[in-house]
């Protein structure tokens, strides 16, 4: 180019230019006749992407559906939001045979059941509600046992002295803790396994894990607590408990006894505070074959507005009262 005339230079720029521009339309033409992406002729672009958005949704009605499965709701106890743990790891609700009903304040012959009858079959595991203290025994009626002692979270703590919980297992097949003696234990821990023992070894009654949950107003007292089904004194420490969680848990979520209590004495109901505290209650299923169906649903004893009682809670029902 620097050896043209001066004049020539602006008619040479306007051929390069022109060249250009008639290469652009051959490529645009030849992407067109080849069938790949490139603008329709006498189409807009727009009418293009709308028509292959039409195709594509055709396309997706034909094709066979999969089957959705089923929400499950698997929480791995290592991820524990609550300050409590669920005690088993499977759900068959309440035990109900021919020895009776194992819901709480179930008719007895000596008055109302101090604890909840939960249907598993032997050898399931247990587990410690909570961090506390731990320990284990045996008697004629109970069988093998194991007692698991922690403070009442703060949330449930009124007044200047925090109340403990003794939360008493019974009937088991198996404990993994010391006999007689108290040592250290972590919420979720495995503590021993459910069985038959004791006043449980009738053919007429179904295996299960007898569980009682006491609130008294120290640790040194629920350290002593003897669980005795004829003592039924109360304190007031127990009291106000019951209120805190009334106030926290059962009625923001509507959730209640059918029979309207939330404990007896001193006793609480282990279900209400289990349900409260914990996040990982597993899914209620009927009991195999194996146990008869000897099992009822929570839904048979108890409700709640906020979540199904036989699920159970999708988050931790206290995290943000």
Request: proline share 7%; aromatic share 8%; net charge positive.
């Amino acid at each position: 180019m620097s050896s043209l005339p001066t004049f020539a230079r602006p008619l040479w720029s306007l051929g390069a230019f022109a060249s250009l521009a008639f290469a652009v339309h051959a490529l645009v033409a030849s992407s067109e006749a080849s069938g790949k992406p490139g603008r329709a002729e006498g189409r807009p672009a727009e009418d293009t992407q709308k028509a292959k958005h039409r195709e594509d949704l055709a396309k997706i009605g034909q094709a066979p559906r999969v089957p959705v499965e089923p929400i499950r709701r698997v929480v791995k106890r290592a991820t524990l939001k609550g300050p409590w743990a669920y005690v088993l790891p499977i759900d068959h609700g309440v035990r109900t045979d021919e020895s009776g009903h194992g819901y709480f304040r179930a008719p007895r012959f000596h008055g109302e059941h101090n604890g909840l009858d939960l249907l598993a079959p032997v050898g399931t595991p247990v587990f410690a509600a909570c961090n506390g203290m731990v320990s284990a025994g045996q008697s004629a009626s109970f069988g093998n046992w194991v007692r698991v002692v922690c403070p009442v979270p703060k949330s449930l703590a009124k007044g200047n002295q925090t109340p403990y919980a003794s939360i008493f297992y019974a009937h088991l097949s198996r404990t993994d803790v010391p006999f007689d003696s108290w040592t250290h234990v972590r919420k979720g821990a495995g503590i021993g396994t459910t069985g038959k023992t004791g006043n449980a070894r009738g053919d007429n009654i179904q295996p299960h894990l007898h569980l009682e949950l006491i609130i008294q107003s120290s640790q040194r007292a629920a350290l002593a607590e003897r669980h005795l089904g004829r003592d039924q004194s109360t304190v007031a420490a127990a009291e106000r408990f019951f209120d805190a969680l009334t106030a926290t848990c059962l009625a923001p979520n509507g959730f209640r006894a059918n029979s309207g209590r939330v404990g007896r004495a001193r006793r609480a109901d282990p279900f209400l505070v289990l349900t409260c505290l914990s996040s990982d209650k597993p899914e209620y299923h009927s009991a195999p074959s194996t146990l008869d169906s000897w099992s009822r649903p929570w839904s048979q004893l108890y409700s709640a507005q906020a979540f199904n009682v036989d699920a159970g809670p999708r988050a931790f029902l206290l995290a943000s009262r």
